[in-house]
């Protein structure tokens, strides 16, 4: 038990998808405009790399060692279709906010990242946990990112004025302001990790 | 009793030359625009020109006390920062403009980098790009000049752009600074003057200068007017910001390339790119867009243009 609450607790700040492995950046520039955004996509994709790393772990015995990449593809777009079918049915505004990013899910590289480095060569528990993690991870990093950028780009959180009277600086919500938000905390990360050690 | 015989390495003759002096002195050739533009403006323009100062300046002591870093305020390079930032303001902006503008400047333009000579682009540039895709608004409301009662006017370039341009304005007022603008862009007669100083006292060669401002007013010739080779280019030159940017951002020693066919390279591609932008693009002004874009480049047109080391092929 204590190993895979290391494997869950690794994703969140050791090993964390954004902020350390620096993986699947392109939907974090693109979602993290807004809190809400921010959770919607860190749930789908917590969703599909928790069914995928499962199913991947259990199947890595029939998986051929060289179509491995083109399996792994198939399971993680089954589930990424199932999740996008959801978001369709149920969270219609959300998924429209979204976009083309639900189903862009299925080459995210943290998906496919821990499918190969991690569900094809461990057991279906840990593969459990380590999605678990990787995707609270992901989760935490978009809504710090989408939190700091919908705070100065619009001056609201989650649709509620935070500072009235305060003129946002559309800049932090642009792409641009993306790239220098996610540059800045990956920047502060790396100096506290060289702090601690 | 003292001739010791001092054993040292090169270089053995010291010039009075450093830092501090080089930027102090590229202040004083910057007095001239900001008194111009304090007078064509009023006090607005002090106001905002020195919060500028004030904040960048805090800035820097700021980070570098939070760092444990040695404070290095008294090169005068934060003073200068701020000093190009608040010349690229409209007078009448709000007061949190500069302050915002100078932190960033230094925070983002300069220290995240590691200080005065790691930056990549112009530290005075990145706060006035992010002011001005920040709040739209107020970086481009300019006060009609010599009104002192904050009557907005649009710049000539804006006109130009929108086919308002009616009339004429005369190419003396255009040379005077009586006309819409930023803080230290209109008077080009006053950043003439600073900059034959900063030639004279060989701080700037005229390398960059002359071939940004050549370059741009040859694309106007060619391409300004409704047939082609009949562009009003005198107009192009003396409006906007082209003399500021040319003769003190572009020639930002950090920021330039350090070779003198390099800096040709880099000074005609700033023309080019404000050429480009002001003629073609979505923006009445391009100068500062062009210098950041060149920043960028200027590490590789270092590299293309180093000289051959003596002995190697």
Redesign the interface.
């Known amino acids: 038990m204590k190993t895979l609450i290391k494997e869950f607790a690794k994703g969140i700040v050791k090993e964390n998808p954004t902020f350390v492995l620096a993986l699947g950046l392109c939907p974090t520039l693109a979602v993290s405009v807004s809190v809400g955004n921010a959770v919607g996509m860190g749930c789908a994709s917590t969703f599909v790399i928790v069914c995928s790393n499962v199913i991947i772990a259990s199947l890595k015995k029939f998986i051929p060692d060289k179509i491995r990449i083109p399996c792994f593809i198939v399971v993680i777009a089954a589930f990424v279709t199932i999740a996008e079918m959801v978001l369709k049915a149920y969270f219609p505004l959300l998924n429209r906010a979204l976009g083309i990013y639900v189903p862009l899910i299925v080459v995210n590289c943290i998906v496919l990242g821990r499918a190969e480095a991690f569900a094809s060569k461990n057991t279906v528990m840990a593969s459990l946990f380590d999605g678990l993690g990787m995707g609270a991870g992901f989760t935490l990093a978009l809504v710090l990112i989408s939190a700091i950028r919908e705070l100065l780009g619009t001056g609201k959180l989650l649709d509620f004025v935070v500072f009235p009277g305060f003129e946002p600086a559309l800049a932090v919500g642009m792409p641009s302001g993306a790239l220098l938000v996610i540059g800045l905390l990956l920047g502060f990360f790396n100096l506290a990790k060289r702090r601690a050690r | 009793m003292n001739n010791k015989l001092i054993v040292s390495t090169s270089p053995h003759v010291h010039t009075k030359e450093s830092t501090a002096r080089i930027m102090w002195l590229v202040c004083l050739a910057l007095a001239p625009a900001g008194i111009a533009g304090a007078y064509i403006f009023g006090v607005a323009a002090l106001r905002a020109v020195l919060i500028a100062v004030v904040s960048a300046v805090c800035t820097e002591l700021a980070i570098q006390a939070a760092l444990k870093k040695k404070a290095t305020i008294s090169d005068g390079s934060a003073v200068l920062t701020g000093l190009l930032l608040g010349y690229n303001l409209p007078a009448h902006c709000p007061f949190w403009i500069p302050a915002?503008g100078a932190f960033v400047a230094i925070a983002?333009g300069k220290q995240?980098f590691g200080g005065l000579g790691q930056n990549i682009f112009n530290p005075a540039l990145v706060g006035r790009a992010?002011l001005t895709?920040?709040?739209?608004q107020h970086m481009t409301r300019f006060t009609a000049p010599l009104s002192f009662d904050a009557v907005t006017q649009a710049t000539p370039l804006a006109l130009l752009k929108e086919n308002k341009l009616i009339g004429h304005i005369s190419y003396l007022d255009l040379f005077l600074g009586n006309k819409g603008g930023c803080i230290g862009e209109v008077c080009v007669a006053a950043l003439l003057i600073g900059g034959i100083f900063l030639l004279a006292r060989g701080i700037i060669s005229w390398h960059i200068p002359l071939t940004f401002i050549a370059t741009t007013g040859c694309m106007y010739f060619i391409f300004g007017g409704k047939v082609l080779f009949t562009g009003d280019w005198l107009f192009a030159v003396l409006s906007g910001g082209l003399f500021l940017g040319a003769i003190f951002m572009a020639t930002d020693y950090v920021t330039s390339p350090l070779t003198r066919k390099g800096q040709v390279i880099f000074g005609a591609g700033c023309g080019l790119l404000t050429a480009v932008i002001r003629l073609w693009g979505g923006t009445p002004e391009g100068v500062s867009y062009s210098i950041l874009m060149m920043n960028a480049a200027a590490p590789l047109i270092d590299r293309y243009t180093k000289k051959r080391i003596f002995g190697t092929k």
């Open positions: 915002v983002i995240i992010f895709a920040s709040w739209p």
